[in-house]
């Protein structure tokens, strides 16, 4: 579910995101998503996709996402605070964007951060 509210807040200019539609089918067997061996998403990768619009606070329920690779898009607006609440998260690329505002404190709770 949290996969297709992060798609609902993105334009999808080369539908990249197409098969992240379907609730009926595991998440890990969509493009772009990594799952580990219990089926939990620990990587999302959409660099340089063509992707707009926002980057939703839904990101937060990916309790094991690991890597969130989405550099070389047009997304705009600000950071979710809610990314401060994903304690797995080690790489969070988001260069070449359209961001703003602030970088939000919650930031400073990823312990595990390495690359950002």
């Known amino acids: 579910i949290a996969l297709y509210e992060i798609r609902t ?23 772009s998503i990594s799952c580990n061996q219990d089926q939990k998403v620990i990587s999302i990768t959409l660099i340089s996709s063509g992707l707009s619009g926002f980057l939703s606070p839904s990101i937060a329920k990916l309790l094991y996402l690991q890597q969130l690779l989405l550099d070389g898009n047009s997304i705009t607006g600000g950071l979710p605070q809610e990314l401060g609440s ?31």
């Open 9 to 31: 807040m993105l334009n999808d200019s080369r539908g990249v995101l197409n098969g992240w539609n379907n609730n009926q089918v595991s998440p890990c067997y969509f493009p």
């Open 86 to 116: 994903l304690s797995s998260l080690t790489t969070l690329k988001l260069g070449g964007n359209s961001l703003s505002g602030s970088i939000p404190d919650s930031l400073g709770l990823l312990s595990k951060l390495q690359i950002l």
